[in-house]
């Protein structure tokens, strides 16, 4: 039974916190999905809501902390959703490099990045390293 105004704060606070990280979690997981079914639409709404919802999540938390403190399992569970964006951002750079990489060997020069993009030389070292020539220009 909650009997003080601290008990019932707290009850409180984590009602006002659990809302904000359960949209968090069903954004997550519905990108999970579009990223699995190869769905470019759908990544694309799903990580706009997952966006607002990491802001929403992250402004809540904050004042929370700044008003006597998170409960730990709801901290634990922020982390988890934190740990799942960055593995995601991960999986999608990995996915992007393959697909860079393939593109170079189906369309040698065609998939060269834009000058300055990546390196010092930019597009034009890679296409003179491609091409057998000097690496620097």
């Known amino acids: 039974m909650i009997t ?3 008990e019932r704060q707290a009850v409180q606070q984590t009602a006002e916190l659990e ?18 079914q ?12 997952l966006h607002a919802a990491l802001a929403a999540a992250v402004d809540h938390f904050a004042r929370a902390a700044r008003s006597g403190g998170v409960p730990m399992q709801l901290r634990q569970r922020l982390a988890t959703a934190s740990g799942q964006v960055a593995a995601q951002r991960e999986a999608l750079a990995r996915a992007t490099a393959s697909l860079d990489r393939a593109m170079d060997v189906l ?10 993009l990546y390196a010092a030389h930019g597009g034009a070292e890679r296409l003179k390293s491609q091409s057998g020539g ?3 220009a």
């Open 134 to 136: 000097p690496l620097l």
């Open 107 to 116: 369309m040698p020069g065609m998939a060269a990045p834009a000058a300055g």
């Open 38 to 49: 190869q769905d470019a639409a759908g990544v694309d709404r799903v990580a706009a809501q």
């Open 19 to 36: 809302r904000p990280l359960q949209a968090v979690e069903e954004a997550l997981s519905a990108l999970s999905l579009a990223l699995h």
């Open 4 to 6: 003080t105004p601290q």
